[in-house]
């Protein structure tokens, strides 16, 4: 298999490649990225998520969250976020620079919401309480769950990528949008 990529062109490719399968495949490295986001007041917000559907052909990645968390609280008051993934096998670090928007109904969200429904992972989006409320103690690893489904979609339009290749001989690095692409100094 070939691991060596000369031309932006290829490697633009390859990093698509890598994120699609990242999506389908739980044991790929890409699979659990950060996800950092802008709080109103200033700080910084950045946790593990699971990278659900890349459409590589619109740019877009996408991830499962609740509508109640900070997440989302924070790309209301700022559309932006970036995704971090590091891949040991790759060498890969990707920073993708996105536009977030958050999808609670819909055709669409129902559709995903309706398979979601079935897997273990539906209590994630039934809890009765907001992710971050604070429980007593007694409830700390007992979750109640509700009726209300609060199953959201994150879709980010890529802005911007940063890729960083560590090799011991050479570092390369670059930046690269949907029509540029520039080696920057690693
Ligand atoms: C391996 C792993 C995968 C996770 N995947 C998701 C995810 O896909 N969506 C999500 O909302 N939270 C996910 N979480 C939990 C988040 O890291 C975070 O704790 C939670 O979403 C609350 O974040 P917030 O309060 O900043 O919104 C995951 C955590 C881990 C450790």
């Keep these: 298999m070939k691991t060596h990529f000369e031309t932006p062109e290829e490697i633009r490719y390859q990093i698509w490649k890598e994120l699609g399968r990242a999506s389908q495949d739980r044991h790929h490295a890409w699979r659990t990225p950060v996800f950092a986001t802008a709080s109103a007041n200033g700080f910084v917000n950045a946790r593990t998520v699971v990278l659900r559907r890349v459409d590589a052909v619109a740019g877009v990645l996408e991830i499962y969250t609740d509508r109640r968390s900070e997440k989302v609280a924070d790309l209301a008051h700022r559309p932006r976020a ?8 790759l060498h890969w670090q ?3 620079t996105v536009t977030a928007s958050v999808a609670t109904e819909g055709p669409y969200v129902q559709t995903l919401w309706q398979s979601v ?3 273990p992972a539906a209590r994630d989006y039934l809890g009765a309480e907001a992710p971050g409320a604070l429980l007593d103690a007694d409830r700390a690893t007992a979750a109640v769950l509700s009726d209300e489904t609060h199953f959201a979609v994150v879709s980010g339009t890529v802005i911007e990528m940063d890729w960083l290749e560590l090799a011991r001989d050479n570092h390369r690095r670059a930046k690269l949008t949907a029509e540029t692409w520039a080696w920057l100094k690693p």
């Design 117 to 119: 429904k079935q897997s």
């Design 82 to 89: 970036q995704f971090v993934f590091w891949s040991d096998r």
């Design 94 to 96: 990707l920073r993708v």
